[in-house]
């Protein structure tokens, strides 16, 4: 799956493993908050990349203590209007002071990436590769800022 | 007044950029049209009854002679000649074409104005009072605060996809001219105990569909913690105001559910861990006051004789003077209203040439700056009694000398059916009739200070729950009725207005308006006690009675 990383598209296998799969042995996986909870030792346990799904209704808080052992946190966006997720970059960044990948999954827009990168989010998986070069010219659209 | 810099007009010249190569994409059928919707209402472009409008920003309703034209030429060039001020002090064009309008915001920032956040679901213009810096009952000039508000708000990466749009007002003086208890976020500058100025924190005000009196929930707020509070109280707003329900999406809604007291330990403990961090440095504040220092007056203004003079021999010259000026705090010097509300024209419209007229008129006797109000006019703040006479007859010659400010006529007034794709009934039209059946201008003067807000929907842009007098557009299966409440206010003394009872006629409204203002006017200890005095003092049963016996 393409996606951008640090201002680069890049290939990336992570994988979101729903609550009703069972889990993978190996592999970059990512899974929810509610999921993370339960098989948090079994996870800790696996070789690749570990990563927690925020959902809008979630809070950074439920996973502080595990910021240390999370390769990335995924921000979902179910909705492009629902802004919940910007708030959620916003408060891992800047006052958990997350120092991993958090990465914009689900439904934005590639309009919506500039912002997004503000409030700390460094990776963007949009519903659509085709717009992948269209949201990485965004990243250069304002070179000052106010805040 | 505000001059923008390097990053000011940077930024601006880059959205204009942005927003015209999301134009081209949707336009050539690469950005869906909800998503489009969404970038273009940020960029205040609606889409209206006959063609787009578009929402320019007036920051905090100060604007200079220069911008005014600018505002004159897009009238002229892009749109039917003319254009219309709003309740928030902005300024809309309702004419324009969607392909034209990036060249409209680049026209627009090449005067330091732009149109960015003027709707959507984000950080909304600030406004506040338009006499701000010249009245006589200032506390501290508000226009310093809001322009660092104006910064903070604007292009803020967080807050641009809220539950709903969000709005800031900021008062200086005793008297709130700025409704800022009808606002997301209200802040009063006061003065402590030990005579240090802060702000007092309104929050959950607001019209529309529901309205509410803002709670204090902040006495007093140090200077250097304005950005922190507000960031803190937007990111709980962002992360826990209503999304099921557009209606119920406002942060007034969030406040009532959760309680003041709830709602406000959500806020302290965020503020808790962030203010340290986004301190505004009182070098900051004295740099952005620095732009506002009082123009050069003229020390021996209040020397001038000539104004008794006119004062004496031209009576229809008083008459204006006494309704369409307003103190000043230097002495020589009034502040001069510019009334938007003649009898024949929509409340709040104005034409190209007398956009360029009023620059005019600004550069010669108001140092080069005009406000525009809360109540759709437009003030020249800084008017020498010796230029008042010449002024007013130039105004009249205009067509904006009518001496209504604050009376009856000086109606608050939407769009309405005429042009709002959200309006439920015509609000324009009735507008005229009213003024028609008020044209004698002693009973006007003698009804005094009476506030009629006109909404064509509950959606109420014209504050109608907080006028007076509001009148209500409603549709009852396809036939416009006009509903009446009496009582409201958005000044100090903060009330919505008690509805008078079933909705009425479209062609019995005027009488109905007419009849309430007899009632008034009979009714009333002396002419001292004001409508809303009476109202309180008699309650709402004999205008009930009146307007129900005859109609």
Known sequence: MQLIKDQKIIDDQQQFIADDQPLPSQGDITVSVARWKKDREQLLKMPGKLGVRLSPTDAPEDITHDLNVLALIEVDFPLYTDGRGFSHARRLRGYHHYQGEIRAVGNFMPDQVFYLSRVGVNAFQLPDVQQLPTALSTLNDFSRSYQ | ????????????????????????????????????????????????????????????????????????????????????????????????????????????????????????????NTSSDP??????????????????????????????????????????????RAATQFHDIGLHLVKNSTGEIGFKVFVGGGLGRTPVIGQVIRPFLEQKHLLSYLEAILRIYNLFGRRDNKYKARIKILVREEGLEKFTQLVEAEWAVIKDDLELSQERIQTMQAHFTPPPYDTTAANDLSYNEHLRNNAAFAKW?????????????????????????????????????????????????????????????????????????????????????????????????????????????????????????????????????????????AHQSVGNIGILGVDKKGVEWYQITLG??????????????????????????????????????????????TVKRIGITPFVEQVYATH
């Open chain 2, 488 to 533: 409201g206010s958005s000044e100090n003394d903060a009330a919505i207005g008690l509805r008078l009872g079933p909705a009425v006629a479209k062609h019995e409204i005027t009488a109905a308006i007419v009849t309430i203002l007899n009632v008034y006017s009979k009714q009333r200890l002396s002419v001292e006690e004001h409508f809303l005095a």
């Open chain 2, 1 to 124: 007044m505000y001059q923008y810099n390097e990053t000011d007009q940077t930024l601006i010249d880059e959205r204009v950029a942005q927003f015209k190569h999301q134009t081209e994409r949707f336009l050539n059928g690469e950005i869906a049209e909800d998503h489009y919707r969404s970038l273009r209402l940020m960029n205040g472009i609606y889409i209206q009854t006959h063609a787009p409008m578009l929402r320019v920003a007036g920051p905090y309703g100060l604007l200079s002679s220069k911008q005014l034209r600018k505002l004159a030429h897009i009238a002229r060039t892009y749109d039917k000649g003319y254009c219309h001020f709003t309740t928030r002090q902005n300024i809309q064009f309702n004419w324009p074409e969607l392909a034209k309008t990036p060249d409209i915001l680049a026209e627009l920032a090449t005067v330091q104005m732009h149109a960015i956040q003027t709707s959507g679901n984000c950080l909304r």
């Open chain 2, 131 to 176: 006499l701000a810096g010249v009245c006589v009952d200032e506390i501290a000039d508000p226009r310093p605060y809001c322009e660092i508000i104006r910064q903070w708000t604007s292009f803020h990466p967080e807050f641009a996809y809220l539950p709903r749009k969000f709005k800031i007002a900021v008062n200086g003086a005793t008297q709130d």
């Open chain 2, 321 to 461: 003077v006494n309704h369409n000026t307003a103190e000043h705090r230097v002495p020589g010097y009034r502040a001069a209203y510019v009334s938007l509300k003649a009898p024949d024209v929509p409340p709040g419209d104005m034409t190209d040439s007398q956009l360029d007229a009023v620059a005019d008129l600004a550069d010669l006797y108001s140092f080069g700056q005009i406000r525009s109000t809360h109540r759709q006019n437009l003030i020249l703040a800084d008017i020498k009694i010796a230029d008042l006479f010449t002024l007013w007859q130039k105004l009249d010659a205009l067509h904006l000398a009518t001496p209504n400010i604050g009376t009856a006529t000086d109606i608050i007034c939407c769009p309405g059916l005429d042009f709002c794709s959200l309006a439920n009934a015509g609000s324009i039209g009735i507008t005229k009739e009213i003024n028609a059946a008020l044209d004698d201008m002693d009973y006007l003067h003698d009804l005094g200070d009476i506030k009629i807000n006109f909404s064509g929907c509950m959606n109420g842009c």
